[in-house]
């Protein structure tokens, strides 16, 4: 198995702050990897570093066996990492539909007709309602979309900025579901989430984040029985 | 609101009497008190007219809201839903029987109108370009230009400098105008990618600034506030003056007697082809991906970048189409009034340019025409209220505000159609 996305000692920081430290991770083809952490950790700037919003200051990010920490944002997003990003950004004016079309960038309209079809099967909410605004939709439905989105471009990875983020708890389980669906395909996907219990029970491989530093990585399974993570994430029972 | 049928007169006169009070306040100083030499002296007699009017016109709206037609009235400007109607994919749009008639009268216009209203509805077609150029920048795009007058004055200066240092007229300073335009588009986009709402605001009310200052004091080159004259366009060479320095002038070649319309005739018949097709254009490009690329950079910046969009790309492309168009509007002011100086660039222009754009709503091609006639043909037709103008202009701007926040024509945009079998 190759690495499909591989941190290398990545050091970031905000002015004087290091937000992360020496990180060291892999994605490789095919596995589904989740990072938990609690606020503040660095979740966040790790994803968002990798298409260099911040930059990162030492080290490599290898995408494909190519270092692309200095590749500028719409490059990255266009070589098939797609992100769904924290807080869901849907576009709120727009239609379902044409928040659909707008994730079709990276690769032109060619397999659009094609992969809109596949996504209101995998997401049959939104078909139902693919010609409302996407502002008027409920915060399950918004998440839905801004995955189907993020799949619109057909991409290798797939990245997932707290996809839990704000929901009811049933429709998490949903969610999670349709993860698990997508990842049945054959999907990478590198999941980034607070929600430590589905995350983990979901992935492959887990990593732990605190305070910018991988504190511990095994497989999804280890972590979950793990004491100290379940001290720190699971509320210790 | 409470829902009682029956008019409860006690709360009107409340509201009068607040309305009267805050009328004092506000018209006090300025009604009730006058300069007179060193002293002052009070107006009472006046003030008190002021505070009654008010306190009636209140009176009246509060009872009329109580009623039930009132009631109804609010209940239909209430809505204040946000953002963008999305019709069916199927939904014709009355436009497709409206356009060949407006431009059928369109195109009669010249030859029935008066030379004067033909020169007022040059100038309304101007703003039409004007706002329409603004409308790409900040009615799709989101970025709030304030400085848009630089872009109008390079395309109106290019033709007057140009003819006069280099000898092109009007048809080749029209693409070198627009050309022009859209690289000071280009110079003014890069610096300000990365801002945003009021700072972005503040450094293109900057660049309108310089441009105009830049004109008013580089005399040597733009003959400062004296200004400069500019030709006219020609029909394939024929001039439109009495007389002509070479060749023969229209009237003679067609053995017409001389007349000044021809040349608003025919500069009007030019412009509103222009018009259309910038119209056209403008209507092409929002369905086209740049069009969806600029709308989705107005909703969402992050969003856009994580799917891969060039936001330089994008940014640059809505300044540089926007200030083109300004400039070839430019271009056609100048040839209008045969003579441009740095005193119709100001930064008032500007923000008559963006009113067109907020008042016809943000985005909406036919508000912005709308717009555009209303606030240029109005003060025209009402030359004896001059005085008033700036008051109308802003009891409008209240009005709007409260009834219509979204602009004259809320932006509709045709749903996303999938071809046949592909979503059933």
């Avoid at chain 1, 990897?33 to 968002?48: E, F, H, R």
């Avoid at chain 2, 100038?123 to 150029?133: A, C, E, F, N, T």
């Avoid at chain 2, 067609?254 to 222009?274: E, Q, R, T």
Wanted: a neutral charge; hydrophobic letters at 50%; one cysteine or more.
């Amino acid at each position: 198995m190759s690495a499909l996305l591989q941190f290398k000692d990545v050091d970031v920081h905000y002015g004087p702050i290091q937000a992360l430290k020496k990180v060291n991770l892999e994605v490789n083809q095919g596995e589904i990897v989740t990072m938990i952490g609690s606020n503040g950790a660095g979740k966040s700037t790790l994803l968002m570093s990798i298409f260099g919003q911040p930059r990162i200051s030492s080290g490599e990010i290898i995408y494909q066996g190519e270092d692309i920490s200095k590749k500028s944002a719409h490059y990255v997003a266009s070589n098939g990492l797609a992100q769904s990003p924290e807080g869901r950004r849907i576009f709120p004016g727009m239609s379902v539909e044409e928040n659909l079309l707008m994730g079709t960038i990276p690769i032109g309209m060619a397999h659009c007709d094609e992969d809109m079809q596949h996504m209101f099967e995998l997401f049959p909410r939104l078909k139902e309602r693919r010609n409302q605004r996407a502002s008027t939709m409920s915060g399950g439905e918004q998440q839905m979309l801004a995955i189907a989105r993020a799949l619109m471009s057909r991409p290798k990875l797939l990245l997932l900025d707290e996809p839990s983020l704000g929901l009811a708890p049933i429709i998490v389980k949903q969610i999670f579901q349709i993860l698990a669906d997508v990842a049945s395909t054959g999907m990478t996907i590198f999941l980034v989430e607070q929600n430590a219990n589905h995350a983990l029970k979901l992935a492959d491989r887990g990593y732990v984040l605190v305070n910018g530093e991988i504190r511990l990585t095994g497989s999804g399974d280890e972590l979950l029985v793990n004491p100290e993570v379940r001290e720190a994430y699971l509320g210790g029972h | 609101m409470n829902q009682q049928t029956g008019v409860n007169f006690g709360a009107s006169i409340k509201d009068a009497v607040i309305a009267g009070l805050l009328a004092l306040i506000v018209f006090g100083p300025i009604v009730g008190v006058l300069l007179d030499g060193y002293d002052f002296s009070a107006r009472p007699g006046d003030l008190a007219t002021i505070v009654a009017v008010v306190m009636f016109g209140r009176f009246v709206i509060s009872i009329f809201v109580q009623s039930d037609v009132g009631r109804k009235f609010l209940y239909r400007h209430a809505m204040k839903e946000d953002g963008v109607t999305v019709t069916a994919p199927d939904y014709k749009s009355k436009m497709y029987y409206i356009l060949p008639i407006v431009i059928v009268i369109g195109l009669l216009v010249p030859f029935v109108a008066t030379k004067y209203i033909l020169t007022v509805v040059i100038l309304g077609l101007i703003y039409v370009l004007l706002g329409l150029g603004l409308n790409i920048v900040v009615g799709l795009a989101g970025l709030l230009d304030l400085g848009f007058v630089g872009f109008y004055a390079i395309g109106a200066y290019g033709l007057a400098l140009g003819y006069e240092y280099l000898g092109l007229g009007f048809w080749s300073m029209l693409p070198i105008a627009a050309v022009m335009a859209a690289i000071a588009g280009a110079i003014l986009g890069f610096p300000v990618l990365r801002m945003h709402g009021d700072y972005l605001a503040i450094v293109t009310l900057g660049f309108g600034e310089i441009i105009r200052l830049v004109l008013t004091n580089w005399t040597e080159f733009t003959h400062g506030p004296n200004g400069v004259s500019a030709p006219l366009p020609t029909l394939f060479g024929l001039e439109f003056q009495r007389r002509s320095r070479e060749g023969t002038p229209f009237h003679e070649f067609f053995g017409l007697p001389f007349d000044s319309a021809y040349k608003y005739m025919f500069v009007y018949l030019i412009l509103f082809v222009v018009v259309l097709a910038v119209l056209y254009v403008k209507h092409r490009l929002t369905r086209m991906p740049i069009g969806r690329a600029w709308e989705a950079l107005r909703e969402d910046e992050i969003a856009c970048r994580s799917l891969g969009l060039n936001h330089v790309l994008v940014k640059l492309s809505a300044f540089m189409l926007g200030a083109s168009t300004g400039g070839i509007a430019g271009v056609f002011f100048a040839t209008y009034q045969g003579f441009v100086n740095p005193s119709s660039f100001t930064f008032f222009e500007s923000a008559l340019i963006l009113a067109i754009v907020v008042l016809g709503g943000m985005g909406s091609t036919l508000g912005v025409v709308i717009a555009a006639f209303v606030l240029t043909v109005m003060p025209e037709m009402l030359r004896e209220f001059a005085d008033y103008r700036v008051l109308m202009f802003g009891i409008l701007m209240v009005v709007m505000m409260i009834w219509k926040p979204r602009g004259l024509v809320r932006v509709t945009r045709k749903g996303f159609a999938t071809r046949k079998g592909a979503v059933k």
